[in-house]
T-cell receptor, first 116, second 110 residues
């Protein structure tokens, strides 16, 4: 399809496990964002890539969270030593532009992570 | 920091009009987005306001007052499929990321 895709859609992890979440943005989109959405809340910004460069990681909640986009396309969000408070939906979004005022973000369906 | 407030829940009747308000306090405001999110699905874009005034798009309209830090989303001729969460979000300074409010869960009843 032509939209943003994410895998897996659902992930159950035992506390302490490492997980890797994948995002395939829309082809040609320069900007890529990761957001975390707790149940019943709005999404919260985690990190932002412009092509392969991670320009903003101010939203990452701890050093257990790591994101990469090595070739400026697919991105992976890795969470080490998962904790129960990491349980949330992780949304990926991409946009065509890299700056300016207006850049509509297109969201993927998200990965629902449950940490037991 | 950024502060965005919107009501948690609203209920309206099929065929009616509903207005969902959003107030924000942010430095370096650029623009305001409204997204719709059905349960378990991705947020989808509804509207974008950067200048004061009303933007109309079919049954949905969005209003912005920059001086008051206020926006609303107006939904007309409500349909059952409009039951969803409506997310208000702003961009600010030179950043492209969205800062979201908590979302308003709208329930449309017959």
């Amino acid at each position: 399809g032509a939209g943003v895709s994410q895998s897996p859609r659902y992930k159950v992890a035992k506390r302490g496990q490492d997980v890797a979440l994948r995002c395939d943005p829309i082809s040609g989109h320069v900007s890529l964002f990761w957001y975390q959405q707790a149940l019943g809340q709005g999404p919260e910004f985690l990190t932002y890539f412009q092509n392969e460069a991670q320009l903003d990681k101010s939203g990452l909640p701890s050093d257990r969270f790591f994101a990469e986009r090595p070739e400026g396309s697919v991105s992976t969000l890795k969470i080490q030593r998962t904790q129960q408070e990491d349980s949330a939906v992780y949304l990926c979004a991409s946009s065509l532009g890299a700056g300016g005022i207006y850049n509509e973000q297109f969201f993927g369906p998200g990965t629902r992570l449950t940490v037991l | 920091g950024q502060n965005i407030d919107q009501p948690t829940e609203m209920t309206a009747t099929e065929g009616a009009i509903v207005q969902i308000n959003c107030t924000y306090q942010t430095s370096g405001f650029n623009g305001l987005f409204w997204y719709q999110q059905h349960a378990g699905e991705a947020p989808t874009f509804l509207s974008y306001n950067v200048l004061d005034g009303l933007e109309e798009k079919g049954r949905f309209s969005s209003f912005l007052s920059r001086s008051k830090g206020y926006s609303y989303l107006l939904l007309k001729e409500l349909q059952m499929k409009d039951s969803a969460s409506y997310l208000c979000a702003v961009t600010h300074n030179a950043g492209n990321m969205l800062t979201f409010g908590g979302g308003t869960r709208l329930m449309v009843k017959p």
